[in-house]
Each structure stands twice: as structure tokens, then as C-alpha cells.
């Protein structure tokens, strides 16, 4: 085999017109997008970051603007470069890129044409800009250095301070098609966009946005909502403790959570702790790098099924960001595999967080003890019938005994108990729960007040009928499912009945 000379070369460049279209194609979604170039604002130390989406027709525009450090013409050149930084490079601490593709290959996803103004201190900003028609009919890589008018007057009328950075998408041809006319339909496309880009960002940066330095993160003049995946606020989520892994010298901190169940949540806090893809798609690990959000709910191919009594679980992991390789982060920052060595760990903790989620929903068919003053009475029972799982009715809950031990009525009440146990369509409810969040509502799930209290006031007539004094029957009211979540209501019913 001859040997090879290392001085014998050709220098073959990619076709540009081609490399082009090609990085259009890395999958990046809208919010995705934004995302990214809500990391290089970041980066940069802005402290104020604004997202504006424009209709206009096939004329419509999106831009991100921070006040952060701004860029120098020479520094602004080398970040429109594509593959303007070296994954194996070292970066500092705080940096939320890796490969110096994110601004190009996000941008070019959405738009065909790219213009990044930026100033230092307040004046001219320099201004360069990526058009991919140009590059396709030229097949060169001709960076445009002159600002357009129109991008011009956009920096005065949406940029007051006259600093840091601005990143334009025109020609958006994957929101607005332009072979199409565009009419009320497309336009509320348009804006329906930057909805769920609002509500993306409050995931990936909510620890931006809760923060200490707290930063003001806006779309179209809205400030965004951080979600917290963990509900760290509601006192019933359960903190399974803190723990630290470490790999090749390296810590990476774990926090494991168990989310109430629906009946500790009110409607609202059901729904926003569900997150924008539901509960069940939410469960698992929560990857973080630099407190950014990479990965929100996934069990990272440890070979655990998204089951509905593990959706509560839910655990934050954070990475350093010199662990990228380790993890497999894509250019999307969007996806993340640990290392194998780390998998048994990972798989000790995901157990451990997925039996406390599992407990929290078998205690949701069954009376369990309470830590103050009594049970909580569950109308429910899961048992076992010739090694098969069925469902009955308490016999012990306060109503149903009750109504059972009431003279002459105790046979039918059985037998109506009976027949609505034998037929529980579980068929249907499990179908109904296949595939995505369950769409079961909650108990009382939008009733009113007094849809409620008028059934309570139905219970309490039948407990007093069998013989107990208002303050007992309130004080079962209280312990019985799911009247344990609307105490204002016990109160103010039997506030009313005493003299």
C-alpha cells in the first residue's frame, strides 16, 4: 500500500447554495429557534430581552432584542460566521452555546433573510446581514455589510437605548407561505406562533426568570410566566432530597420531586403545572445546563415507560457546561443521553421518584393515614378478585355506611353499590388515558360553589339522619374526599346551620 503524503491535497469547499438549504433542515420549531437566540442574549448579560412578532402580510417580520454587551464590527463578522466556535473549545462558565452554529442554523430554519444590528455604546450600530437568495443565485458566501432602511428605522422605533443587539428574520417563509395569499387565517397563524413561544420560553428560562437577577423577558410587549416544573411553591409537593453525582471529576446535582395529586390542585394550578405538552409527556428528568432548560420531562432511555401513576414524578438534574460531549447535546440543544457509566445511578433515583408517584396515586383510591388529626375517606377501594384488579366502593366511608345501615333501605343500597362496581367501564378509562395526558376531568372540575355545597348539604342530611351531632358531620365533611379540598365551603355551610 503506498504512503500517504501528507502535502498531497485538494482544497474542496462546500457548494454554499447547497450547505445553505442543508442547514435549514436541523428541526428547529419556532420557540426552538427563539430559544437560541435567547441564549446568545443571555450570554451577553442582557438584562432585558424583548421578542416581537409583526404582521405584515408576506412583508412580516420577527425580532429579538436585548440590552446586552452589543457587538463590535469585527466581533459581529465572526459570529455570522457559520461554525463560528469549536465545540472542543473551553468556554466560560456561563456561556449557553457549544457549537457556534446556533444564531445561523436557527434563523435560517425559519427565514431567509438574516440581519444582526449591534452597538457597543449608543450610535451607529454595525449591522451585517445573510441573504439566502443571494447565496443561491451567486453560490458564495456574500455576508451584506450595509443596513437596509427599513431594518434601520426598526432599530430607532424598537430600540430606545440605542445599544446592544438585534437579530431581524424577514422573508419567513416557513410562517408565512409565500405561495399563498395571505388573509385573517394566516395571520392568526402567525400570532398563535408567538404564543407558543411565549409559553415555551417560560419553561426553557424559568430560573432566569425567578432568579436572583431576575431577568425581563417579554413577547410583544408581555411579560412571560416562569413555569416551574416542580411546583416548589405548592406545599403539598413532595422534595424526595438532594443528592450530587459525580463523573470524571465533575459534580452534577440532583433534586427529586413527587407534584401533588390533582385533588391537592386547584383547576388553574392542574392545567399550568401540566406544562405546554401535558402531564404525562412532562414526567421525568429535567436536564439543565447553566440553569437553562435542555430537556423538560424525558427518562433519557433508561428503559422506563411514561405511565399516568409515575406522571407526578419529576427530577431536576444540573449539568456544568463542560459536560456537552458527555451528554450528547444536539445543536438544538433540545435532546441530551447520559453517559452509561451513570445510568445505574440515574435509574436508582428515577425508581425511587416513580414509587413515591405511584404511592401518591394508589392513596388516591384508598383511606390513608394522615400525619394531624384523622383519615381521609376515599370513596374507592383497589382489590384483588381471582388475581385480577377490580374496583368496590368503600363500605366504610361515612355516607355510604350510612345509607347502608338506614332500616329497610340497607339491601337496594347494596345492590345499586354492586351493580356500579361490576360495571366500571375500565376498558374506556384506560383508553382514555393512553397516549398523552389523561382527559378525565378532576372532581368538581369547573362546578360551581354551589354545585358543591348543595351535594355536601345532601351527605350531611344523610349523616344526621343517622344519628351524628352537625359538628361531627362537619368534622367528616372535612376527612371525605374530595370535600377535604373546599374547607371554606364546610365552614361557611355550617356557620349558617348554627344558631
Given at each position: 500500500m503506498p504512503e500517504m503524503h501528507l502535502n498531497d491535497f485538494e482544497i474542496?469547499?462546500?457548494?454554499?447554495?447547497?450547505?445553505?438549504?442543508?442547514?435549514r433542515a436541523f428541526?428547529?420549531?419556532?420557540?426552538?429557534?427563539?430559544a437560541d437566540l435567547i441564549d446568545n442574549s443571555v450570554s451577553a448579560n442582557s438584562s432585558i430581552i424583548d421578542v416581537h412578532f409583526r404582521w405584515d402580510g408576506h412583508d412580516s417580520w420577527i425580532a429579538v432584542l436585548d440590552n446586552g454587551d452589543g457587538m463590535s464590527e469585527e466581533v459581529l463578522?465572526?459570529?455570522?460566521?457559520?461554525?463560528?466556535?469549536?465545540?472542543?473549545?473551553?468556554?466560560?462558565?456561563?456561556?449557553?452555546?457549544?457549537?457556534g452554529l446556533g444564531l445561523k442554523t436557527a434563523s435560517f430554519?425559519?427565514?431567509?433573510?438574516l440581519t444582526v444590528m449591534s452597538a457597543v455604546e449608543m450610535g451607529r450600530p454595525a449591522a451585517r446581514t445573510w441573504d439566502l437568495d443571494l447565496i443561491g443565485s451567486t453560490g458564495q458566501w456574500r455576508l451584506l455589510t450595509e443596513d437596509r432602511p427599513e431594518d434601520a428605522r426598526l432599530w430607532e422605533e424598537i430600540n430606545p437605548v440605542g445599544k446592544g443587539t438585534m437579530v431581524i428574520w424577514r422573508h419567513l417563509d416557513r410562517l408565512v407561505d409565500p405561495k399563498t395569499s395571505v388573509n385573517e387565517l394566516a395571520e392568526r397563524h402567525f400570532y398563535a406562533a408567538a404564543d407558543r413561544v411565549a409559553q415555551h420560553l417560560g419553561m426553557i428560562f424559568h430560573r432566569f426568570l425567578r432568579g436572583p437577577k431576575r431577568l425581563s423577558l417579554r413577547v410583544n410587549g408581555r411579560p412571560l410566566r416562569p413555569w416551574d416544573p416542580f411546583l416548589e411553591d405548592s406545599h403539598a409537593t413532595?422534595?424526595?432530597?438532594?443528592?450530587?453525582l459525580t463523573y470524571r471529576g465533575r459534580s452534577i446535582g440532583v433534586r427529586?420531586?413527587?407534584?401533588?395529586?390533582?385533588?391537592?390542585l386547584s383547576q388553574g394550578e392542574y392545567a399550568a403545572a401540566g406544562g405546554p405538552r401535558g402531564w404525562a409527556a412532562h414526567q421525568g428528568f429535567y436536564v439543565y445546563r447553566n440553569h437553562r432548560l435542555i430537556v423538560a420531562g424525558d427518562w433519557l432511555g433508561l428503559g422506563f415507560a411514561r405511565d399516568e401513576p409515575t406522571k407526578l414524578a419529576r427530577i431536576q438534574l444540573d449539568l456544568p457546561n463542560n459536560m456537552d460531549q458527555d451528554w450528547q447535546l444536539d445543536v438544538r440543544k433540545s435532546v441530551a443521553r447520559p453517559p452509561a457509566v451513570l445510568a445505574p445511578q440515574l435509574r436508582r433515583i428515577a425508581e425511587v421518584a416513580r414509587r413515591g408517584s405511584a404511592q401518591v396515586y394508589r392513596h388516591r383510591g384508598k383511606v390513608i393515614e394522615r400525619s394531624t388529626d384523622g383519615d381521609v375517606a376515599y370513596t374507592w377501594e383497589q382489590t384483588i378478585r381471582s388475581g385480577k384488579i377490580a374496583y368496590r366502593i368503600n363500605r366504610q366511608h361515612p355516607v355510604v355506611d350510612a345509607l347502608l345501615h338506614r332500616p329497610g333501605d340497607g339491601p337496594l343500597v347494596e345492590a345499586l353499590l354492586r351493580l356500579v362496581e361490576e360495571t366500571v367501564p375500565v376498558p374506556l378509562i384506560v383508553l382514555d388515558h393512553v397516549g398523552g395526558e389523561s382527559r378525565l376531568a378532576a372532581p368538581f372540575e369547573a362546578a360551581e360553589p354551589a354545585a358543591i355545597s348543595k351535594v355536601m348539604q345532601g351527605l350531611a342530611k344523610a349523616l344526621q339522619d343517622n344519628g351524628?351531632?352537625?359538628?361531627?358531620v362537619a368534622k367528616r365533611l372535612s376527612y371525605m374526599e374530595p370535600f377535604c379540598n373546599y374547607a371554606e365551603l364546610i365552614v361557611k355551610m355550617f356557620n349558617k346551620e348554627t344558631p
Open positions: 474542496v469547499e462546500p457548494r454554499a447554495s447547497a450547505l445553505v438549504e442543508s442547514l428541526g428547529y420549531s419556532p420557540q426552538t429557534a427563539i463578522r465572526e459570529a455570522m460566521r457559520a461554525g463560528s466556535a469549536n465545540p472542543l473549545d473551553t468556554r466560560d462558565k456561563q456561556d449557553l452555546g457549544r457549537f430554519s425559519q427565514c431567509r433573510r413532595q422534595a424526595l432530597g438532594d443528592e450530587a427529586s420531586f413527587v407534584l401533588p395529586h390533582v385533588t391537592r351524628l351531632e352537625p359538628n361531627e
